[in-house]
């Protein structure tokens, strides 16, 4: 059947696209980025397309078990192979973030005279550093800890010119087995920074990513988490193309890197399982215009604040 079919065989696709990409390339990655985001008129997808998404996801099947088992193996090694391939192009600064998590702006509690006190930080699944160095420049009280499990995107993160500041130390590390303890001390962080990561992994390692986290938290520290939710546009388009779905709601691209999409009551129950007060979680709405391509589309988001117990 037609949605059995898998993907390329991610090393051969990875060989196809190992050229650097060319101007032409580069500006359709570029038109492909938002160029215009606004709140939607009304906080949820209106009843018409709720159910148009809904029921091309429904139509939508699993393949076949050896090719789920091999995509969600390979993980990390596709993720290193987009970042050898796209390098610093692919993604734009998030510049958004102060808007979003006020808790990493500038402001200062110290009185006149006294010392500000240091806040220790980490982004998982840091990329090359999109995050990071913007929020470094946004408050300098910040130190970061950066991981990732993409060796190429740490070593892009370290030739970064604010690198050598002192202010951030990045590594690399699979959250679902390699523990951050062995890097970060045990306790010690105020805010942990959760961007578009977790949907790279498969619901079954979440607790053990999430475990992971807690362990060098301190309590009352805070967990900044925004992703993919259930019912993106992202992920109509995905099963309107049968042969992409891994798992319910997950999904595998065509370079090999898998995308999840969260819902409110799947990230809620995860998290007090694990130990965390939700602060807040509910999904984001935002209408993309992609003026180069002519195309409006509706994107989900779910955003939350998760404070260790």
Same mark, same amino acid.
């Given at each position: 059947?037609?949605?059995?079919?898998?993907?390329?065989?991610?090393? %051969?696709?990875?060989?196809? %696209?190992?050229?650097?990409?060319?101007?032409?390339?580069?500006?359709?990655?570029?038109?492909?980025?938002? $160029?215009?985001? $606004?709140?939607?008129?009304?906080?949820?997808?209106?009843?018409?397309?709720?159910?148009?998404?809904?029921?091309?996801?429904?139509?939508?099947?699993?393949?076949?078990?050896?090719?789920?088992?091999?995509?969600?193996?390979?993980?990390?090694?596709?993720?290193?192979?987009?970042?050898?391939?796209?390098?610093?192009?692919?993604? $734009?600064?998030?510049?958004?973030?102060?808007?979003?998590?006020?808790?990493?702006?500038?402001?200062?509690?110290?009185?006149?005279?006294?010392?500000?006190?240091?806040?220790?930080?980490?982004?998982?699944?840091?990329?090359?550093?999109?995050?990071?160095?913007?929020?470094?420049?946004?408050?300098?009280?910040?130190?970061?800890?950066?991981?990732?499990?993409?060796?190429?995107?740490?070593?892009?993160?370290?030739?970064?010119?604010?690198?050598?500041?002192?202010?951030?130390?990045?590594?690399?590390?699979?959250?679902?087995?390699?523990?951050?303890?062995?890097?970060?001390?045990?306790?010690?962080?105020?805010?942990?920074?959760?961007?578009?990561?977790?949907?790279?992994?498969?619901?079954?390692?979440?607790?053990?990513?999430?475990?992971?986290?807690?362990?060098?938290?301190?309590?009352?520290?805070?967990?900044?988490?925004?992703?993919?939710?259930?019912?993106? %546009?992202?992920?109509?388009?995905?099963?309107?193309?049968?042969?992409?779905?891994?798992?319910?709601?997950?999904?595998?691209?065509?370079?090999?890197?898998?995308?999840?999409?969260?819902?409110?009551?799947?990230?809620?129950?995860?998290?007090?399982?694990?130990?965390?007060?939700?602060?807040?979680?509910?999904?984001?709405?935002?209408?993309?215009?992609?003026?180069?391509?002519?195309?409006?589309?509706?994107?989900?988001?779910?955003?939350?604040?998760?404070?260790?117990?």
């Amino acid at each position: 059947m037609a949605q059995e079919q898998p993907l390329q065989d991610p090393v %051969a696709a990875a060989t196809a %696209a190992a050229a650097p990409p060319s101007e032409e390339e580069l500006s359709s990655i570029e038109a492909r980025q938002v $160029k215009l985001q $606004k709140p939607l008129p009304a906080s949820i997808i209106s009843p018409e397309k709720l159910e148009y998404a809904q029921g091309v996801i429904a139509k939508d099947k699993a393949i076949k078990p050896f090719w789920v088992n091999k995509y969600k193996n390979e993980a990390a090694k596709n993720w290193d192979r987009f970042y050898k391939r796209n390098e610093t192009r692919f993604y $734009k600064d998030r510049h958004w973030i102060e808007r979003e998590f006020s808790i990493f702006s500038s402001s200062s509690t110290a009185a006149e005279g006294e010392e500000e006190t240091k806040i220790n930080c980490l982004e998982i699944g840091c990329g090359v550093g999109n995050f990071i160095f913007p929020v470094l420049d946004l408050n300098k009280r910040l130190f970061m800890y950066a991981c990732d499990f993409a060796p190429h995107a740490i070593e892009l993160v370290k030739q970064h010119e604010d690198y050598p500041q002192g202010r951030c130390s990045a590594f690399v590390c699979d959250l679902t087995k390699d523990p951050l303890t062995d890097t970060i001390p045990a306790g010690s962080l105020d805010i942990v920074s959760s961007i578009f990561v977790l949907s790279a992994i498969p619901a079954e390692k979440l607790e053990a990513a999430v475990r992971n986290i807690k362990e060098v938290m301190k309590p009352g520290g805070m967990i900044c988490f925004r992703d993919y939710a259930v019912y993106d %546009a992202a992920q109509v388009k995905f099963s309107s193309n049968p042969g992409r779905m891994l798992d319910t709601n997950l999904y595998v691209r065509q370079d090999g890197t898998m995308s999840h999409f969260f819902s409110v009551e799947q990230m809620t129950e995860l998290f007090e399982r694990e130990g965390f007060r939700v602060e807040e979680c509910g999904y984001v709405h935002r209408e993309t215009i992609n003026r180069a391509m002519d195309l409006s589309l509706d994107r989900r988001f779910l955003q939350a604040k998760f404070i260790k117990l």
